[in-house]
């Protein structure tokens, strides 16, 4: 078996979550804005995780109440919940994975881009106070949107002489998990033997998932089965908030997708070889200097960028066409993050 094969049969494994816990480091995991819609949820699921000792549940307001329901459960991680500005440096300190969903969330008609004005500043100032407090830690950034957060975090570092481009990753999970379940649906295959590579940013046609590569393949899909289930993968973000109709937006498979993404960081950390995962970091295997792609996930965060590998004309055209809307957002991201120092 290769090392990206072992890797994803790793990920199929992560994804029996349960109550294990077996003899792994402590380790702290911080969750800001754990009060909100995908806050909660992801909370829940990373006191299940046996990688996580202790779990720090931060918000502007809330959290004494999520973290007291939480903390009954009976599992590993000792919970503290910190509300306010005030308790942010202590939520953070000692932390070794913090996942930031905190921020507002899209309504019908919005685009993840709307969401700037509100999350960029939000974003800006809850990495500072990272910069200042767990300057080691790995970043896992759900705050939309994600292809301009991630370089607002990682400008906000340098600026405070700390940014390890290893550390800083923006979460782009929930497109594999969407990609996963409408490639198995469609193809008729196990969803839990599936992988699917996605690629690029995280927001419409900068979501590219890689069908060609997919592991197991499937023949019978046509080009425009693949055309079908490529949009979907694109669009899958907006099913949902039209369907939550102004209530948010995706929330729960948002949670379960941030979870596996934080457990896949814990035990690159912990020294499992092999964890591979997409994500979008900073980068250079494209012209732009943040992209997702598959990356090996080590003791120190990100051990190596993956190439594309083969793209179809398809994907290289779907390649082609998301830079212009990608390279936008990443200089939107860094100009905001210099302009507000
Ligand atoms: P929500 O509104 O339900 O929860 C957001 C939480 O953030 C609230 O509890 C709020 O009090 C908190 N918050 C606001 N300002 C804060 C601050 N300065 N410090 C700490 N907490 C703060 O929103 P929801 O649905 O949980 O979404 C959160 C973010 O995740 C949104 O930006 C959304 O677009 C994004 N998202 C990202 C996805 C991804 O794949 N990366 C998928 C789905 C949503």
Redesign the pocket.
């Known amino acids: 078996m290769n090392a990206l094969a072992r890797a994803s049969k790793q990920a199929l494994q992560t994804a029996a979550r349960g109550f294990a816990s077996g003899a792994y480091p402590d380790r702290k995991v911080a969750v800001?804005?754990?009060?909100?819609?995908?806050?909660?949820p992801l909370s829940l699921l990373m006191k299940l995780s046996p990688y996580v000792s202790e779990l720090a549940l931060?918000?502007?307001?809330?959290t004494p109440g999520v973290a007291a329901d939480v903390s009954h459960i009976n599992s590993k991680a000792a919970v503290k919940g910190y509300a306010g500005?005030d308790q942010?440096g202590e939520a953070l300190k000692g932390a070794d994975v913090v996942i930031i969903?905190?921020?507002?969330?899209?309504k019908p008609g919005m685009t993840?881009d709307d969401?700037f004005k509100i999350?960029a500043?939000?974003v800006k100032?809850?990495v500072e106070a990272c910069g200042k407090h767990c300057p080691k830690a790995l970043l896992n950034?759900?705050?939309?949107?994600?292809n301009s957060?991630v370089p607002i975090a990682a400008e906000t570092l340098k600026r405070l002489g700390v940014y390890d481009e290893k550390r800083v990753l923006?979460?782009?999970?929930?497109?594999v998990v969407r990609a996963k379940t409408f490639y198995a649906e469609k193809a008729g295959l196990d969803v839990s033997k599936v992988d699917v590579p996605v690629v690029g940013g995280?927001a419409g046609v900068t979501i590219l998932p890689l069908f060609s590569q997919a592991v197991p393949g499937a023949n019978k899909l046509s080009d425009a089965d693949i055309d079908a289930l490529t949009k979907r993968t694109q669009d899958g973000?907006t099913e949902?908030v039209q369907a939550k109709a102004g209530k948010?937006?995706?929330?729960l498979?948002?949670a379960y997708?941030?979870a596996l993404f934080a457990d896949a960081c814990l035990r690159g950390l912990n020294g499992d070889p092999d964890v591979v995962e997409c994500t979008y970091v900073a980068s250079n295997i494209t012209e732009v200097p943040f992209f997702s792609s598959k990356v090996k996930l080590g003791k120190n965060g990100v051990e190596q960028v993956y190439g594309l590998g083969e793209l179809n004309d398809y994907e290289k055209a779907g390649l082609k066409a998301m830079m212009p809307e990608l390279r936008a957002s990443i200089e939107k991201g860094i100009s905001f993050a210099k302009e507000s120092q």
């Open positions: 800001l804005g754990a009060a909100g819609g995908i806050g909660q931060y918000d502007i307001a809330g500005e942010l969903p905190a921020g507002v969330p899209r993840r969401l999350n500043g939000i100032a809850l950034i759900i705050s939309n949107p994600v957060t923006g979460v782009t999970t929930l497109d995280h973000g949902v948010g937006s995706a929330t498979s948002m997708a941030g």
